[in-house]
């Protein structure tokens, strides 16, 4: 599976993160819509579920830019710069492919996230779920969301111009596939990313012809580790030696299955930047989550009366890099 780079111009504010599972997911939902599902379990999910999956995605990151390496926080810094690598998110490519090397880009180059991204919140309406109105007493009211787009005036003087709207997703695809999975985020951006893209969120227009290829990051000498650039959930056979950072995830299902409760029990994710000493194969780590560990009981055994199996793509795009000094 060679590594590509996927560019995407983003046309709107968006509330939903541009995480690696999200995105494979909604690939996954727009190839079941199109195709059917059986044609997803054969083509996606089965093969996934076996260990072979046809793709591998990476979180969506700003225009040339790459996350800050979990292991470059650990390397010995001067007690002045600590608080800026602490809180540092961000770093251009040609830092992070000099870190590969195990060279140490300048402090000055790191940027929280606040340099890159901003937000404001805006008020929705809070239906009421029998009704489907705001009115009422002690019904409806208004709750706010979160909003984000791109700070372009913080990091212009830090990107190429032509980028400063776009984003950019690494790709591992098998053979074969490259056409298809070029067809179906076509597809996804006519309908956008995420929550409110009834309204006009997560909009997007793929930039890209056809995949770039992305060997550069692949091509590194002496490497002994790996960074993953993905959201994902470790597997029983992943690397254990390695600094990650991790949170609770609270996903949702999407709206086709006609289920009563829609919400996902809490996963334990990794963000992008965790690295471990070791180089894994293309495929890549973690796993794919099953149905009975996403839904609770009740939630399964309707899509089991349904005939309907589901999994949580955690995948993570790993690419390797030298890891001394620590």
């Not at 260990?51 to 996350?67: C, T």
């Not at 309204?199 to 227009?205: P, R």
Request: with cysteine; glycine share 8%.
């Amino acid at each position: 599976m060679n590594l590509y780079r996927l560019r995407l111009s983003i046309c709107s504010p968006w509330l939903t993160p541009w995480q690696s599972d999200t995105f494979s997911g909604l690939l996954c939902w727009v190839l079941a819509r199109t195709e059917g599902g059986g044609v997803l379990e054969r083509e996606v999910l089965e093969p996934a579920r076996h260990g072979q999956p046809v793709f591998v995605a990476s979180d969506a990151f700003p225009a040339d830019m790459l996350p800050v390496p979990a292991a470059l926080r650990m390397r010995s810094w001067p007690e002045d710069q600590r608080r800026p690598v602490k809180h540092a998110r961000w770093l251009s490519v040609a830092d992070f492919r000099l870190f590969q090397e195990s060279k140490l880009p300048a402090v000055e180059h790191l940027l929280p996230d606040e340099r890159v991204h901003d937000s404001h919140f805006g008020l929705r309406n809070r239906l009421n779920r029998v009704s489907g109105t705001t009115g009422g007493a002690g019904e409806g009211g208004l709750f706010s969301v979160k909003e984000t787009y791109f700070a372009r005036d913080r990091v212009r003087e830090r990107c190429n111009p032509a980028h400063l709207n776009e984003v950019a997703i690494y790709i591992r695809v098998a053979d074969g596939y490259k056409t298809k999975f070029m067809d179906l985020v076509h597809e996804l951006s006519y309908v956008g990313f995420g929550a409110d893209v009834s309204v006009g969120k997560g909009q997007f227009k793929v930039v890209s012809e056809d995949l770039e290829p992305a060997e550069e990051f692949d091509s590194i000498p002496n490497a002994n580790a790996c960074i993953v650039l993905s959201t994902f959930q470790p597997g029983p056979d992943d690397p254990t030696d390695g600094v990650w950072e991790a949170f609770v995830k609270y996903g949702k299902m999407g709206p086709d299955f006609g289920l009563e409760n829609i919400f996902k029990r809490p996963a334990v994710m990794f963000r992008s930047g965790a690295c471990f000493r070791r180089v894994v194969s293309a495929i890549g780590v973690g796993r794919c989550i099953p149905m009975p560990e996403l839904l609770a009981p009740d939630a399964c055994a309707q899509l089991r009366a349904k005939a309907v199996s589901i999994i949580h793509l955690a995948l993570g795009l790993a690419v390797p890099f030298c890891w001394t000094g620590i």
